[in-house]
């Protein structure tokens, strides 16, 4: 009796099932030819498929440019090189616990709007706005509201006088007023008691994520601080689930993704965009492209970018890093102490398990971040955090479950400053098709609300040039 052999092989989604009979013929010969469906949000990579829009890099930004696009009835694609959507948004499963890549908060702006309009399923918390302060080695309880200003022994009668009159002011101000003079010069000229200052350069350090206020534009700042007296709120499962949610949503709209696939070139001729070149030699070709992606990568996908803006705004960047240690503790020894932050030190803690899911476990995931300046040291950095820890949260190490620390990590690849000389996008003006779009491009938002808005930016100038025939600058909401 011949001996049945049985091979399958697979060919660009085509399943050939084939049997060779060698007492018949040494050649294998195809009983079947099957095409496998593809899957929904993925691309073969060697069709030759154009698409409207082309977005290089899957972080959020990128995401929320795929879904409005798509909305807008762009076919899309989005480039990620990493194996998994989210860039600096995804969060670490460890050991049970939920760690994002630092400490992570969402404030009352465009990017909560933004998620709440696309209707993102996300579970999440707001705790209460109340913490302390670390003034001089010792925890005090710090003014964020009628009750804690009463009891603060960091200020004076007259101190809390003072802050109170001046917080209610700061609820009114018109921000664009304040755009062009720095932070310091700001308060300096507003406030009259210096602990009233100290205290709101620790605010500010943690609504911004920035440690220059001699230079960070005032404006923003006020803007910041003003969603801030609304609460933070924390993602369930960390801010990986938005990055699911805007995957699942760009995914049932019909977007495509590729991830694991590094872009090399951003190619365009006679002033128009042509296609985005990827590492293994595949064209995507594309009318329209977002690069959301860092100022410098942008600039080194683009030939000749010399010469257009992305130069400029590549050049403006200040890059602002932390120093992030996230802890999963059994219990907290010190359940008093859930938020602090330093004021006469540049670092900050916050127990986000008191208002989100952050373990499965029901372990307490607390966050610390040091705030670095232009220079840092990973172990030093470590030791303070630590030392906070020590202040904070004594006896920690005996309920440590596990823990990740980041010693630079990027919050913002740029924010608004007084040495910009201009903001960028959403449209690289030189080249015809070409978008930008992260929280470095920003027009006065900040981090992720910047995130948000630069996307929807981008998309809306691409439907406006198709409708116009010319590029239109306004930022206006997606319809």
């Known amino acids: 009796m011949a001996r049945l052999h049985l091979r399958i092989r697979l060919r660009s989604r085509i399943l050939i099932i084939v049997k060779k009979f060698p007492s018949i013929c040494h050649k294998p010969i195809s009983l079947a030819v099957i095409r496998i469906p593809q899957p929904k949000g993925m691309i ?17 930004a990128g995401l929320t440019a795929a879904v409005y696009a798509a909305q807008a009835g762009k076919r899309t694609i989005v480039i990620e090189k990493q194996e998994r959507m989210g ?3 995804i969060t670490n499963h460890k050991q049970g616990h939920y760690f994002n890549l630092g400490a992570h908060a969402l ?23 109340e913490g302390h302060g670390l003034w001089k080695g010792r925890l005090s309880t710090i003014p964020l509201g009628p009750k804690s200003l009463f009891t603060t022994p960091l200020l004076s009668i007259k101190g809390k006088l003072e802050f109170a009159a001046w917080f209610a002011k700061l609820t009114k101000l018109q921000t664009h007023k304040y755009d062009q003079i720095s932070v ?23 609504t911004t994520y920035v440690m220059a206020p001699d230079f960070q534009a005032a404006g923003p700042v006020i803007q910041q601080l003003q969603h801030s007296l609304h609460g933070v709120t924390y993602i ?19 977007v495509q993704h590729i991830t694991k696939q590094k872009v090399v070139a951003i190619e365009h001729q006679n002033g128009a965009v042509q296609h985005i070149r990827c590492e293994d030699g595949t064209l995507i ?44 503790l059994r219990k907290l020894p010190s359940p008093k102490h859930q938020v602090v932050y330093g004021i006469d030190q540049a670092v ?50 005996n309920e440590l479950i ?58 809306q100038q691409i439907i406006s040039r198709e409708g116009t025939g010319k590029a239109y600058h306004e930022h206006r909401s997606i319809v």
């Open 44 to 60: 073969s990579m060697t069709q030759n498929t154009k698409f409207d829009v082309a977005i290089v890099g899957g972080g959020i």
């Open 87 to 89: 860039g600096r948004a």
């Open 107 to 129: 404030f009352q702006g465009d990017a909560l709007a933004t998620f709440r309009e696309l209707e993102l399923n996300l579970k999440s918390g707001k705790p209460a706005n």
């Open 184 to 206: 310091r010069e700001w308060l300096e000229g507003s406030v009259k008691d210096p602990m009233i200052r100290n205290i709101f350069y620790a605010l500010i350090r943690s």
């Open 236 to 254: 369930d499962r960390g801010w990986g689930a938005i990055v699911e949610e805007l995957r699942q949503r760009a995914a049932a709209l019909g």
């Open 285 to 328: 070709e594309a009318d329209h492209i977002i690069a959301a992606v860092p100022p410098a990568a942008a600039y080194q996908l683009v030939a000749n970018a010399e010469a257009t803006s992305l130069r400029t705004w590549k050049e403006q960047a200040i890059e602002m890093t932390s120093a992030c240690l996230d802890v999963a």
């Open 348 to 397: 900050f803690l916050t127990n986000q398990s008191r208002a989100s899911h952050l373990s499965d476990e029901g372990a307490q995931v607390v966050s610390l971040i040091k705030y670095q300046g232009k220079g840092s040291d990973a172990d030093q950095d470590l030791r303070d955090l630590e030392q906070m820890l020590d202040l904070t949260q004594p006896g920690w190490r």
């Open 402 to 459: 596990t823990k990740q620390y980041l010693p630079k990590m990027t919050v913002s690849y740029d924010f608004m400053h007084l040495e910009r000389q201009q903001n960028p996008g959403p449209a690289v003006p030189e080249i015809s098709g070409l978008y930008v779009a992260g929280e470095w491009a920003s027009h006065g938002e900040m981090l992720l609300d910047a995130a948000t808005a630069s996307a929807k930016r981008a998309v």
